[in-house]
């Protein structure tokens, strides 16, 4: 078991680290911990047909590879919330009030200031793989006119953060929930989720077929679904693109 951070693969320019990662498993076996860090991505990955737009040189953008065989493929969202609690660890180290957005956005106050993209590879009844995409706006000033939320550690701080240093630790943080993970602490992941959850147990509006509803949200199944209940006490279970929170 080799540490997330132990290995890491620098680039300059990419069109995705995810992608990079996916392409390097086709052709060999990638060590545990491995991290393909970039300076700039042409083609920055986001949750299904969106993408990350980083300044170069300004943020974090990398991916890890993992192989969680030990976790069922049931309960691959596992996964995603320790990943999700270790950039809120590291996050919470520098800002507070820093939650974690449904699906995959990590947001201080109303900003967004990162997304992770979590990617599996199951081979029948194993998880052997997963590439754990991360972009962090660190020192970033300047945004897209159209990303009205977008926000950055800095801008927050009011002050620069060395990214070395930075991705150093964040590897650090991500790494301790992983083993939290491999050793079956998952009662512990459940809860802080829970407690990181934007809108836990409270009463949100919400966008369905483009129709505003009101709901609680009530968690996230074992399927990463979001679940809401809405008025009349109906609990229903989202996927990603069935509804949209709104602030």
Known sequence: MSKIGHLFIDLEEVDSTNLYAERM????????????RAAYQTAGKGQG?????????????????????????????LLNKAISLGVLDFVSGYAEGAMVKWPNDIVVGSHKIGGILIQNILEGEIFETSVAGIGLNINQTSFDHRLTRAASLSQILHREIRLKEALQLLCSTIEDRYAQLRINQTDLLESDFLRFLLGYREERQFLVDGAEISGIIHGVDEFGRLLVEHPGRRLEAYAHQEIEYLF
């Open 25 to 36: 498993l086709k052709k060999e076996d990638v060590e545990e911990g491995t991290v393909i």
């Open 49 to 77: 047909k969106n993408r990350w737009e980083s300044e170069p040189g300004k943020n974090l953008t990398f991916s890890i590879v993992l192989h969680p065989r030990f976790l069922p493929p049931s309960r691959q969202f």
